[in-house]
């Protein structure tokens, strides 16, 4: 199909349903070509500025090119994330009266007038911006996780930009929730618009994207191999050397960019010990396991919060103004429960705290974190996920010190265990976290006792929630996406694109013995059958049909699978399944399911054919051959 001169190229998810449209009309051509000189319309700003032939050439034709490009993308990534860490410091001087090098959630005392108001406020204001944009755009904004997985990369950039803007809002009046989130939409986005600009393949696309979310990793805690396997894991969903050249080179880009800035968002420092006992790691694993509890009991909390929400009929434009003045009043027993929890994360390895108060502030962060997210503020949990593993870690090695003094493993060590191991329960990516440890302490036998606790957190989440906290937003919306592995084309691999319009048709009140004279053995494998209103009726199978004996029959006597049949825009997974429960190698297509006009035809052999052609074309692209 040509496209249109002066614009990006129609989305693949887009192109196959016109496509499916055109092949469903009577006269397909026509149709095609009717949807080929037709001027789509889209949104505004939504047009793409393709850069210039030479330069898309090389891009596509050598990975050095490819890496240059991720690296001004680096660049790019890298200031959005100093700018928005800048842009929330400020909103927090102005409404929360603090001074420049403060920390809010690091405060001893805030205002309590503030405390309750600015969130509440804020709350309010964030509901009536996003109801005023809903309405203005009603579309759902992707993020990475679901971009990569399901649509080749293809974000909004518009979307995004509406995204940043609610998450620096939340943030900004005090809800518990972090900027990470943003940051990764904002990165990935310039990403995957860098790729419409230069046409670059679908798997260099979904590559960009981790591109993008690798850098506003990096650049947002000083740590670019926690950004590059942050993308590996959570964003590409694999890790190859054709890979890793543009994605360390994103981050390493990116930090640089932050740093060149004077940005200085992850402040932890931590003097870890230089050696840790063999039987430290019996708690160490332990602490994994409770890590693993808490998680799912906050990403559950959510959920409950917002049914909650919906149950009590409060209008959705009004709840963020709720749970702003529920996080105010949290917030007036420690201001720590405020924003991402940034200053409170670094003044938690540096001072010495009481159990109980600890316990309390666990309680109360969680609280705070699962109110935030369930009433409408926009933001991710994955700052908050540090800060109360680093808490836990705290109140678990208090515990142990009054069980036992002499195998009483050191508070830091169990902050830094607590803190990775409750990221990776609630955001997944057990390399990721284990990276992190090592590039905030430069300790190995640090890291090596933080790998061993994500091992075990993650084993328990998988085990016992199946979850991380996106995909469990996705499960919460149907999306069967369990990773960013690309199962976009699986989806796209529909009947109506694999089916064939060739096929042979009898009425089922024909008499058998008229059958059999029309269609003689050895002419066609099948026939299908159809009523007095060209409806289908059933399949008939030519051995059986002529095995048939009685003369007095009809065809309608001898058809299968009558109620069984293919819709044009179910999935190859779909129609496999239909295969296998009908026991049937062919099945008949119909327009729907009300009418059942004969539109097609699909056989198990050829649908599993093109299946497996399409998962090997996906293998090469990722090995790069």
């Avoid at 009726?537 to 051995?543: E, M, Q």
């Amino acid at each position: 199909m040509p496209t249109l001169q002066g614009e990006s190229a129609i989305a693949d998810a887009d192109r196959i349903r016109l496509a499916g449209k055109a092949a469903s009309t009577d006269n397909p051509e026509a149709s095609t070509r009717r949807i080929a000189t037709r001027r789509p319309r889209r949104p505004f700003g939504s047009a793409v500025l393709h850069a210039p032939q030479v330069l898309r050439a090389l891009v596509r034709a050598d990975e050095i090119w490819l890496v240059v490009l991720a690296a001004v993308l680096g660049c790019a990534t890298g200031i959005m994330v100093w700018l928005m860490a800048a842009t929330t410091q400020l909103i927090h001087q102005l409404l929360f009266d603090i001074g420049p090098t403060q920390r809010l959630s690091a405060m001893s005392y805030v205002d309590p007038l503030r405390t309750v108001v600015v969130p509440a406020v804020g709350g309010l204001v964030l509901g009536v911006l996003s109801l005023g944009i809903h309405r203005f755009r009603p579309r759902r904004t992707v993020d990475p996780i679901e971009a990569n997985a399901l649509f080749g990369g293809r974000m909004s950039l518009n979307g995004s930009l509406i995204v940043v803007l609610q998450t620096v809002i939340s943030n900004g009046v005090g809800a518990s929730v972090g900027l990470e989130a943003g940051y990764t939409q904002i990165g990935s986005a310039i990403a995957s618009r860098f790729g419409h600009a230069f046409r670059v393949r679908r798997s260099d696309l979904r590559l960009l994207v981790g591109c993008g979310t690798a850098a506003a990793i990096a650049g947002a805690f000083n740590a670019p191999l926690t950004g590059a396997f942050y993308a590996f894991e959570l964003v590409i969903g694999t890790y190859t050397l054709g890979t890793f050249a543009p994605v360390a080179v994103a981050a390493l880009v990116a930090q640089a960019v932050v740093r060149a800035l004077g940005g200085n968002i992850f402040d932890v420092v931590a003097t870890v010990p230089s050696v840790i006992d063999p039987l430290d790691y019996i708690p160490i694993l332990a602490l994994g396991m409770l890590c693993a509890l808490l998680g799912i009991s906050i990403m559950r909390g959510v959920t409950l919060t917002e049914e909650a929400f919906r149950r009590s009929g409060v209008p959705a434009w009004l709840r963020p103004a709720i749970g702003g003045v529920a996080i105010g009043l949290l917030a007036l027993v420690t201001p720590a429960v405020l924003s991402s929890g940034h200053g409170a994360l670094g003044a938690s390895f540096e001072t010495v705290t009481p159990l109980k108060w600890v316990v309390l502030m666990v309680a109360l962060k969680a609280t705070a974190s699962a109110i935030s997210i369930g009433s409408g503020f926009r933001g991710g949990l994955f700052f908050a996920s540090l800060f109360l593993g680093a808490l836990l870690g705290k109140a678990f090695a208090g515990a142990l010190a009054l069980v036992s003094t002499a195998h009483a493993v050191s508070p830091v060590v169990c902050a830094l265990v607590g803190m990775s191991g409750l990221a990776v329960a609630i955001i997944g990516g057990p390399l990721t976290m284990g990276f992190l440890a090592l590039e905030a302490t430069g300790s190995l036998p640090m890291t090596v006792a933080v790998l061993a606790a994500c091992v075990v957190s993650s084993l328990t989440v998988r085990r016992t929630f199946g979850y991380s906290f996106a995909t469990w937003r996705f499960h919460l919306r149907g999306e069967a996406i369990r990773s960013a592995v690309d199962i976009g084309w699986m989806r796209n691999l529909t009947v109506g694109r694999m089916m064939r319009r060739e096929m042979r048709t009898v009425r089922a009140e024909t008499p058998l013995p008229a059958f059999k004279r029309d269609f003689p053995l050895g002419t066609t494998q099948r026939v299908i059958a159809l009523d007095e209103e060209d409806r289908y009726a059933g399949i008939v199978l030519l051995p059986e049909a002529h095995a048939d004996g009685d003369d007095d029959h009809t065809v309608r006597d001898t058809v299968h699978y009558a109620d069984t049949v293919l819709l044009p825009q179910m999935t190859i997974k779909e129609a496999v399944a239909m295969f296998e429960n009908a026991e049937s190698d062919a099945l008949v297509v119909v327009d729907n399911a009300d009418n059942r006009h004969v539109i097609g035809l699909l056989t198990e052999q050829y649908a599993l054919r093109r299946y497996s052609d399409e998962l090997d074309k996906r293998r090469r692209e990722l090995s790069g051959e």
